[in-house]
Structures are given as C-alpha cells and as structure tokens.
C-alpha cells in the first residue's frame, strides 16, 4: 500500500507527506484561533473536526509511524546528546495528547454556555499549535540527521516497509477531504496551490 497515492522512497519522505496534512491543519486552527479572539465564539463542529484530527490521525497513524520509527532508534547506540534528544521529543509527545485531551474537555462542556470554557478552549488551541509547530519542526530537523546517521539502507527499508503497514489504520483520504473542505470553507489557499 502506498501514502496517499506517493509510494515513498525513504521513511522522511513518507512521514512528510504526513506533516504537509497537519501544516495545512495548524493554518486553519491559527484562522479559528483569530476568529475566537474576536469573537468570542468557539465553533464546536470545528473543534469536533480538530480533536478528530488530532486523535484519529496524528496520534494513531502519524504517532504510530513515529514510534516504530523511535524504537528502531532506541536499539541503536546513540550518541548521549542524540538519546537525549530523542528522548525529550518522544515526551513533548504525550504533552500534545494531554492538550486534546482539555480541548476535547473544554468542548464538552461548551453546553454550558461558559465564557471560562471558551477562553480555556481558546488557550488549549494557541497552546496546541505552539507545542505541534515547535514539535514539527524539530522532527524535521532531527530525524533525518538521525536516520542518516544510525540507520543503513536495509533497516531505511525496512521501516518504510513497516510505517506502510500503519497506513492501513485509518483512511487518511477522509481528513484529507476534510482539511480542503475547511480550507475552502475559510478562504484559506492551500501552499502549493489547488490540491
């Protein structure tokens, strides 16, 4: 099976087709976050998509790619600075899940009609984009300096072969349609044009 119609040639490659879709996520999140300030107005069919998103997507597919991905690492000898590092990002990990899991909270309760339970929301969702864009771009710097480094092309394959497999988890086409149906329905051009 291959990512989202790319057959990967490498495991960054497959993982960044990944990040590309929760860029794309984190911009229509930043545009809601606006419309909260101003408003004061917390749109809960949106936060229903994100939390989804978050939950079905980036922690059980894209995560699940990342932990086969660390644990092949982890068998490796590491340099104490490159464990270190791994280490720490592996944690920031279960923060982002804490996170979603206040934003879900915060959504249940919106019922209520609680002005606290909006600008907790509010905060949860400036506080996931801070901590996702900031894990983001660290894994794109980190990984494939560590991937390059410890892994040999065999074991590079074997782990593309793996993280192809997590693929079948959940159908990623369904938040694909869904992040270009929000995209279009907030004014937001995709980078890279029409998809």
Partial sequence: MNTHGIKPKDIM???????????RMLTLLKKEEDVISEKDLLNREFI???IEFFRDFVQEVHHAKRVKINEKLMEKDLSLEDRGALKD?????GHIRKIVDLL?????????????????????????????????????????ALIKEYLDESERAELVRQIMQTEKIKDWGKFEETIRRLEKARGVRPRGGER
């Avoid at 490659?13 to 860029?23: N, V």
């Fill in 104 to 144: 879900e909270e915060a959504r249940k309760k919106l019922e209520l009609h609680d002005g606290k339970i909006v600008d907790k929301a509010h905060r949860e969702i400036a506080e996931l984009i801070m901590q996702y864009s900031e894990q983001m771009m660290t894994a794109r710097r980190m990984y494939p």
């Fill in 13 to 23: 490659q497959a993982m960044e087709i990944e990040h590309d879709l929760i860029d």
């Fill in 89 to 93: 990002f592996i944690s920031k990990q």
């Fill in 48 to 50: 229903d998509l994100v």
